[in-house]
């Protein structure tokens, strides 16, 4: 039973209609009960196969088979009807309907034209329970945080029968504490005959939780591996396609003063919750200073107000001695505040622009570039040309659209248009989000030379691992306050976790220097 | 005539009567448009679709009248509205398919759809008439009216039913005020409903669960067509008995207006199209003020601007005053539980 | 002068039921009896383009006569008419100024639409107070005109005192739509008129009155038409409409286009004058027809001519708004 | 709807493009006229060399241009539309749908009348003063639904609409009551000073040095763009408000600055059309223009230097369609009705490989 193949697929190829070969002759099965992981850089073309799977991409070549039928997917409803079903990289949900609503779109019951709301919640909660993960039907998705949004995704797919799981990256924004709860339904869901496949960067997960491995590189299959035989480090080399060097980042805690200091900070959103609680802390030059935090517990909401996008509604941050919180964008940017947005494609580049006019956002209206308004394209010119060089984008001209890019390459260009403003406070948010093994390393280096350059850096990751081993301080958020701060070297993912999740809190823990961080001992 | 002489005769029921009259065309399209925005498809070419409507009507019922001579007058009209719904529902089909076929910029492509229908039907109307202004040559029907003996009974309310002269409102008057509540309901119980919001709010999460969205962003242009039909019909069959070149004059702008005065909301768009219809009854009565009538045709565009800068302002202080509000309790529940902090 | 070919320019477009059409009545007259050549342009709604249309036409050297009309179009006739002395234009219902631009070579016909309405003035207060069904004790009278332009509150002003000659003090209910394509504006501002207690409201407004007439036919009550006998043309279309409209002040354009040009044919020379066509030329008149007899006694309707005699021998003078 | 601020793709692969449309337009308007028209191939004249002057020998040897008028009004037209074109693309470059050129467009005029009526000044000062003021008022109407969209977040569609209609009925009013000229006979302001009519180019035209105005105001405009950190921000805040705010920028002043500076574009419109063209206001001041602004827009991608060529394509059509509705069968309605036609296949990005898919059906579905 354990062998029986639920899918199999042979030779499949996907060409984009811009002519991008994202897929080529992949092949590979899934049994029934198995997890099975995929892994690969980033534009490896893992979610373009499970797109293929679910029917929102044609294949270009290869065949599916289904239970051993040959199966045409051409919409979701097909691979519906055949018990797949996909969770997508996003979120795909819409905030302002009910849980039930979401989890039932696409199959309400109904009576006649109507809607039967009784029945859907019923059936919603009746799910939820069989899978073990209760849920209030009637809640409101937009209020909900980000673990129980990945629930609602899981049970839309259940809702609808799937018997095959494709989940892809369903670990990026969740904890420790979240992840293991993950893979333990994702287990309990396996023992009842169903097959899941994950996609994942983190391959300490793989180890953990996948009973076989397929590796993918530049669109092809480059490696099936049960992970009980392998190590990690080989799995990142199939990645790869080369070893990788993993050493920590050297720490050195400078002993100066402060530069950046944080009173106090509190903001209340727009639906009057408290995202801030009089979150105080201090970043020496030539420090970093980790954020970690659940989403929706105001890590974002501190970074927006330390870049100026959001007023406090009490506290302010200092950088020097001069106030830039709460004066707007541009204020705090002229005060050397830089910022690496979280959101890429959204808040850090124009897709549309070159990358040479995306290079220059950030400080076009210096003398470097413009005089008197009028842009000097030269100079503009030959400075992304020095940072193409100096962050190694890969690209074939500065003219190209940065939307053209790989994620990790577009990111470097954001990480090359800050720092080039050689600032005295970057605010970095998710700096290595969706970016592979590879071009992680060469930013997470770049980052730690800025750092070494007497910039005051406040990382802000869901990525622990990566807070832990770039952090010299680390504090926690939870609900919007700083709920404990550590030594970088005597964090430990599993305490961060039960701090994140508000199980442990220190009363009255700030991030300030005159704080004795607190050692890691529960 | 005196202010307080102008101030009685809007309070008498042939006043009431008269918004009615006026707002039923800029419901129907409201409601139309309406459907189409929460579908994420918004709707510029009301417009167009009203006239085209508007047209064939009128055309559709001479037509019936010339083939079925011994039939009735009401199956002429019936004839009539029938054709001046599938012409406007053939428009939205044209809007349907250049948007979600062929990606056309769905603003412009409206500003082409009321092109078209601007040019076509003064073209068509000459062709079959043999004049550009309108069909008076034509012997056209229009729907009825019908009174409600019933509801025309109750105490004080009872005229509210009585229209313009004690005969009751036009079909297409009950229709419009039916109409309010059927799109209501459409759009909060039924599955189509619920799948069209969510459509207009995510695509993409629609699509991955298999929610069919181009069909269901082709339903709704479709209905935006048929209710902006109505609306269309309701003018050279109901308001008036015959079609003039551009007879629409505007209503399907002020229509597509009413939808973001009224929020989005079925109810909220009903009254700003109500709200449309009361400005123009205003101007037109106002004329007997001795007020010029530019003052009075800028009262509507006028209040609606102030109504969405007042929207904004008040949303904005709401807010203000819920941080305010919410900062103070924070305030007050860290001096209760001082330990909350040490 | 000998005509043989001619052109009718429209600055709008034909269908107004009003004075374009019954011009290009004319027009089609002058092609028929007269066997001129004869093509009619409609350039259309849009000012910006009248004035090269029409210097294109008299440039084209086509047609030795250009007819068009209203005031609009006398600024660019008299600049025109300097530049192409070759040709001739007859202006009808605008005068162009004579003593500043010579304008040898054209003839203006202007329109007393006063004198008519003054007519209807007359009968119209006749009727509303021989009418027993009259909610008003008071007399009321509506006037929906399409523009506040001289020539329509001409026709106010004509209407107003032949009431007044009949009643004292009527109320007089005067309102413009802004507009003349919007009936349904027409109708609403009728029904508030009927609401206001007019038993008749006289539709000086284009298309906008047509929602006039229909206002009529929903509230029962009576309009009067204009330029054209409107009686007639909804005679058969609509009869329920047709029975409404008790009669209309004609404005006889193509009557005074085909008079003029059969004038200039027989070798009178017209050119360098304006002539003003009133009762006494028939330029303008009441339509009476059978929906006029089934509502006005015979005995009005001879004390309408008789005083239509008074108008022409000057021994009542009508009040104008020029 | 990110297809509209134009900017993405090659130029010259758009521009082909946009040619194969039109001419796939002007293919069905002419199978349409083939059916309705019992004189097509004058039709065809018309419409392809309408617009041209013609030159005819006279017995005595003399050379005699007729049609000047018709050609100048194809370039008078494609001033306008050029400006109005340029008053459409430069908020849509800010991503702002602004539909409000028409208003602005009054309104330019009507500053423009008041001070070519009532100021007594020489033609030197008083053509500049006209312009700025018709340059100033454009401003301020497109500056104020910009202000709205980016305060308030009032939809520009629908504010620019209704802003559209009180700017008519101010027109209206204003020369209805306030500078009616009462020797006219019909609700017009009077003539406009001599000095402050602009002298025609050509004889018997309203070609004035607008002509050259025109191009240099697209070309500043390009530059305006391309050269100055305003323009980058236009262009920024255009394609993605939230990275523009994130680096810094002033989003919402972008936001209204885009709509006035269409504002102005459509204020100088209405320069042109009131002392170049019509030399004194009436109350029917044309209503649509920006519409067809939109059109040019379109057939210009947003882009300021193909704005010109775009106006001068569509100016030809329009004026070689007047000629057609002037001296052929064919009414003018059923030139709106081609141009529709035309703008719904421009607008189609995706026209010519769906048409494809459509007819190749067997080979797409192996
Ligand atoms: N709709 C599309 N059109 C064109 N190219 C695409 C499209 N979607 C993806 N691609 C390209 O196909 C390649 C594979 O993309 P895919 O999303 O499958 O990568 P992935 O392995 O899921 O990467 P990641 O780890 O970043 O999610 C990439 O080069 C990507 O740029
Ligand atoms: N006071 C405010 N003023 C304006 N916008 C606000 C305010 N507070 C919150 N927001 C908006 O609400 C969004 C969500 O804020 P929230 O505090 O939930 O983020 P967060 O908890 O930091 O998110 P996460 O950590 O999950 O990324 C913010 O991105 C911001 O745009
Ligand atoms: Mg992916
Ligand atoms: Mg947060």
Same mark, same amino acid.
């Given at each position: 039973m354990q062998n029986e193949i639920v899918l199999a697929v042979d030779g499949l190829g996907k060409t984009y209609p811009n002519g991008t070969e994202a897929v080529k002759g992949v092949s590979f099965d899934l049994r029934r009960g198995e997890i099975h992981a995929i892994v690969g850089e980033n534009g490896a073309g893992k979610s373009t196969v499970m797109k293929m799977l679910y029917g929102l991409e044609q294949p270009t070549t290869g065949r599916i088979a289904v239970a051993g039928q040959q199966v045409r997917l051409t919409t979701p409803q097909d691979a519906i009807d055949l018990h797949i079903g996909l969770v997508h990289q996003h979120m795909m949900l819409l905030e302002s309907l009910s849980v039930a609503e979401n989890i039932a779109l696409g199959a309400e019951p109904v009576r006649g034209p109507f809607l039967d709301r009784a029945k859907m919640n019923r059936e919603v909660a009746e799910v939820a329970a069989t899978y073990g993960m209760n849920i209030d039907p009637a809640a409101t998705v937009a209020r909900l945080a980000v673990g129980q949004k990945q629930r609602i995704e899981i049970l839309k797919v259940l809702y609808k029968g799937a018997r095959i799981l494709l989940l892809d990256e369903p670990t990026a924004v969740l904890t420790p504490q979240e992840t293991r709860d993950l893979f333990k339904a994702i287990r309990g869901l396996t023992e009842l005959g169903m097959t899941v496949v994950f996609i994942t960067h983190k391959l300490v997960e793989v180890k953990e939780v996948a009973d076989r491995v397929t590796v993918m590189r530049d669109g092809q299959v480059t490696g099936r591996v049960e992970p009980r035989d392998v190590t990690v480090a080989k799995i990142a080399e199939m990645m790869v396609g080369r070893p990788l060097s993993h050493k920590p980042a050297e720490r050195r805690s400078p002993d100066l003063p402060a530069s950046v200091t944080a009173r106090d900070l509190t903001l209340i959103g727009l639906d009057g919750r408290v995202r801030l609680n009089r979150v105080s802390f201090d970043i020496r030059p030539g420090e970093i200073l980790g954020v970690a935090g659940?989403?929706?517990?105001?890590q974002a909401a501190l970074g927006q107000v330390l870049t100026g996008l959001l007023e406090p509604a009490e506290g302010a941050a200092r950088i020097g001695g001069t106030v830039f919180t709460g004066r707007g964008v541009a204020a705090a940017r002229a005060l050397g505040i830089a910022a690496i947005p979280e959101d890429r494609i959204h808040d850090g580049i124009v897709t549309d622009m070159s990358i040479e006019e995306n290079f220059v956002a950030a400080e076009y209206r210096n003398p470097r570039f413009s005089r008197r308004g009028i842009r000097d394209r030269n100079a503009v010119n030959a400075a992304t040309r020095e940072m193409i060089a100096a962050f190694g984008v890969k690209t074939t001209s500065e003219q190209t659209p940065i939307g053209a890019l790989s994620g990790g390459n577009m990111q470097k260009v954001v990480l090359g248009r800050e720092f080039t403003t050689q600032p005295r406070f970057l605010i970095a948010a998710q700096p290595t989000r969706g970016v592979d093994i590879g071009a992680a390393e060469g930013l997470r280096q770049q980052l730690v030379d800025l750092r070494d350059a007497g910039t005051a850096v406040l990382l802000i990751s869901a990525d622990l691992e990566e807070t832990i081993a770039l952090s010299d301080r680390i504090i926690v958020l939870f609900k919007g306050q700083i709920v404990a701060h550590f030594r970088a070297e005597e964090a430990d993912e599993n305490v961060l976790g039960l701090y994140m999740l508000g199980a442990e809190r220190k009363a009255g823990a700030n991030g300030c220097i005159d704080q004795q961080p607190e050692h890691a001992h529960v | 005539m005196t202010i307080v002489e102008f101030f009685q005769t809007l309070l008498t029921a042939s006043f009431f009567a008269a918004i009615l009259r006026a707002a039923t065309p800029m419901v129907f399209a409201a409601l139309g448009g309406l459907i189409s925005e929460l579908a994420g498809v918004i709707n510029v070419a009301l417009e167009g679709m009203m006239l085209i409507a508007a047209f064939f009507g009128v055309v559709g019922s001479t037509w019936a009248a010339s083939v079925w001579?011994? $039939?009735s007058p009401l199956f002429f009209a019936l004839v009539g509205a029938a054709a001046g719904l599938g012409a406007a529902m053939l428009l939205a089909l044209v809007l349907a398919v250049f948007y979600l076929e062929f990606d056309a910029n769905l603003i412009i492509a409206g500003v082409g759809i009321n092109i078209l229908a601007a040019g076509l039907t003064v073209f068509l109307l000459f062709s079959i008439s043999g004049d550009k202004g309108s069909s008076a040559g034509l012997t056209s029907f229009a729907l009825p009216t019908l009174p409600l003996r019933l509801l025309q009974d109750i105490p004080v309310i009872g005229g509210l039913f009585a229209g313009a002269n004690g005969n009751g409102h036009h079909v297409l008057v009950y229709a419009a005020l039916l109409a309010i509540g059927l799109v209501w309901v459409f759009l909060h119980k039924t599955r189509l409903g619920l799948r069209l919001r969510a459509v207009g709010e995510n695509p993409d999460a629609c699509r991955t669960v298999g929610v069919p969205v181009k069909r269901i962003q082709y339903v709704a242009i479709l209905l935006s067509g048929f209710l902006a039909g109505l609306g269309g019909i309701y003018l050279s069959m109901g308001y008036l008995t015959l079609f003039q070149a551009n007879?629409? $004059?505007?209503r399907g702008f002020l229509a597509l207006a009413a939808i973001f005065l009224g929020a989005r909301s079925v109810f909220g768009t009903a009254g700003a199209a109500a709200f449309f219809g009361l400005a123009s009854v205003f101007a037109a009565q106002l004329g007997l003020l001795d007020v010029p009538t530019a003052v009075v045709f800028s009262v509507a565009p006028l209040v609606t601007i102030l109504a969405l800068l007042a929207f904004a302002w008040r949303r904005q202080r709401r807010t203000r005053a819920q941080v305010a509000a919410e900062l103070i309790t924070l305030n007050a529940r860290r001096k209760d539980t001082p330990d909350a902090q040490a | 002068q000998d005509i043989q070919s001619v052109a009718f320019f429209v600055n709008g477009t034909l269908g107004d039921k009003s004075f374009f059409d019954s011009a290009q009545r004319g027009m089609d007259r002058l092609g028929g009896e007269l066997g001129l050549e004869t093509r009619t342009i409609e350039a259309g709604f849009d000012p910006t383009r009248w004035e090269s249309a029409l210097v294109d036409l008299a440039d084209s050297g086509e047609y030795d006569t250009i007819i068009t009309g209203t005031f609009t179009m006398v600024s660019y006739v008299e600049q025109l008419s300097q530049e192409f002395p070759e040709v001739n234009f007859i202006l009808f219902d605008g005068i162009v100024n004579y003593a500043e631009c010579g304008c040898e070579n054209v003839h203006s016909i202007l329109f007393k639409q006063n004198e008519g309405s003054y007519l209807a003035g007359v009968l119209a207060a006749t009727l509303t107070t021989e009418t027993t069904d009259s909610l008003n004790p008071d007399p009321v009278l509506g006037f929906v005109g399409g523009m506040e332009i001289p020539v329509i509150q001409d026709f106010f002003v004509g209407y107003k005192a032949g009431a007044e000659s009949v009643l004292t003090g009527p109320t007089m209910l005067e309102q413009y739509a802004n507009n003349f394509g919007d009936p349904a504006i027409g109708k609403e501002i009728a029904l508030a008129q009927y609401g206001q207690g007019a038993d008749i409201v006289f539709a000086v407004a284009g298309g906008t009155g047509q929602g006039v007439l229909e206002a009529a036919v929903e509230q029962g009550r009576l309009a009067f038409g204009v330029d054209s006998d409107q009686a007639a043309i909804f005679a058969e279309s609509n009869p329920e409409i047709a029975n409404r409209i008790v009669t209309s002040v004609l404005k006889n354009v193509d009557n005074a286009l085909v008079s003029a040009v059969t004038r200039i044919q027989a070798g009178e020379n017209l050119f360098g004058t304006a002539e003003a066509q009133g009762l006494e030329t028939g330029g303008v008149g009441l339509a009476i027809n059978d929906v006029t007899r089934a509502y006005v006694s015979a005995e009005t309707l001879s004390r309408l001519d008789e005083i239509a005699a008074q108008i022409i021998d000057g021994s009542i003078e009508v009040p104008t708004a020029f | 709807m990110s297809s509209i601020a134009g900017g993405q793709g090659s130029v010259l692969q758009e521009v082909i493009k946009t040619l194969v449309v039109i001419v796939i337009g002007l293919l069905i308007g002419m199978v349409i006229v083939l059916f309705i028209s019992e004189e097509p191939t004058k039709v065809f004249d018309a419409i392809l060399t309408g617009p041209l002057p013609s030159a005819s020998t006279l017995d005595d040897g003399t050379v005699r241009w007729r049609g000047m008028t018709r050609f100048g009004t194809f370039l008078e037209d494609s001033i306008t539309l050029a400006l109005v074109g340029l008053a459409v693309a430069i908020p849509f470059r800010a991503q702002q749908f602004s539909l409000g050129a028409d208003g602005q467009m009054f309104l330019g005029a009507l500053a423009s009348a008041v001070v070519s009526i009532y100021l007594p000044l020489p033609g030197i000062v008083l053509i500049p003063l006209a312009f700025l003021a018709a340059v100033i008022a454009g401003f301020a109407w497109g500056w104020l639904p910009g202000v709205m969209k980016a305060r308030a977040g009032a939809n520009e569609i629908v504010t620019t609409l209704m802003l559209n209609v009180i700017a008519i009925q101010f027109f209206i009013y204003c020369v209805t009551f306030l500078m009616l000229d009462r020797q006219a006979g019909f609700i017009v302001t009077p003539f406009f000073q001599d000095a402050a009519i602009l002298n025609p180019l050509i004889h018997r035209t309203n070609v004035t040095w607008m002509i050259a105005v025109a191009p240099l105001v697209c070309l500043l405009a390009y530059l305006f763009l391309s050269r100055t950190n305003m323009g980058y921000e236009l262009r920024v805040v255009g394609q993605n408000p939230a990275f523009g705010r994130r680096m810094g920028m002033p989003v919402d002043r972008t936001v209204a600055l885009s709509m006035a500076l269409g504002g102005a574009a459509a204020g100088m419109a209405g320069f042109h059309i009131a002392n170049a063209i019509l030399k004194r206001l009436p109350s029917d001041f044309p209503a649509g223009l920006g519409f067809e602004g939109i059109v040019v827009a379109l057939l210009a991608r947003n882009d300021p230097r193909l704005i010109l060529p775009a106006a001068l394509f569509y100016g030809y059509l329009r004026a070689g369609a007047q000629v057609m509705e002037r001296t052929t069968d064919v009414s003018r309605e059923m030139v709106l009705v081609v141009q529709a036609i035309i703008i719904l296949l421009i607008v189609s990005e995706n026209l010519l490989p769906r048409l494809g898919q459509w007819i190749g059906l067997g080979r797409s579905a192996r």
């Open positions: 659940v989403e929706g517990n105001g | 001579p011994e $039939a007879m629409t $004059a505007g | - | -």
